[in-house]
């Protein structure tokens, strides 16, 4: 091998020391760039697995908000309906309150009227009387005896009453 130029001695010292050079590298740089490298690997799943996490629970969370706002939403709605129901059991009611208070204040007036009304034609018929007894005073000059002529015109528009009632 020395005809090409080779020392054995010194390729196998090389050999031996390059041996040597690659298991202190191995030992010491190797093995801590792999350990660097797997760390590293490590620390980017785990990101990555904790962003996949994340997603997730913001998915659910977003999944639990709109179902929230959906039942909230429906329970507006029914809240609403239940306020036009009651609304309109309530003005139903008040209206049925109303009509027996209204027909009681009808058949009052009604009977006001007629109170209104009789007493109206008692004082005219007291009225009348006393004019008729003046009027027949004033034709007879002399005072008679007002009861009695009173009892004799009530006779007659009793009379004229019944006549009346009969056409």
């Keep these: 091998m020395e005809g090409l130029g080779i020392n054995l001695q010194l390729l196998i ?4 020391n390059f041996l040597l050079l690659l298991g202190l590298l191995y030992l010491f740089a190797y093995k801590p760039i792999l ?3 797997d760390e590293r690997a490590n620390r980017i799943k785990e990101s990555m697995d904790m962003t996949e996490s994340v997603k997730e629970q913001a998915a659910n969370a977003e999944e639990e908000a709109r179902k929230r706002i959906e039942e909230a939403s429906k329970e507006g709605q ?9 609304g309109e059991e309530i003005k139903q009611k008040a209206e049925q309150d109303a009509k027996p208070e209204a027909e009681a204040l009808i058949a009052r ?3 006001e009227i007629q109170q209104e009304r ?3 034609i008692t004082e005219l018929r007291k009225e009348f ?7 027949a005073e004033k034709v007879i000059e002399q005072e008679l005896d007002k009861e009695a002529h009173r009892k004799l015109i009530d006779k007659v528009l009793e009379e004229s009453d019944i006549l009346r009632s009969k056409n």
């Design 109 to 111: 007036a009604r009977n």
């Design 35 to 37: 350990r660097m490298f």
């Design 129 to 135: 009387t006393d004019l008729t007894i003046s009027a």
């Design 118 to 120: 009789d007493e109206a």
């Design 78 to 86: 029914e809240v609403i309906a239940r306020a036009i129901k009651t």
């Design 13 to 16: 010292a090389q050999i031996i």
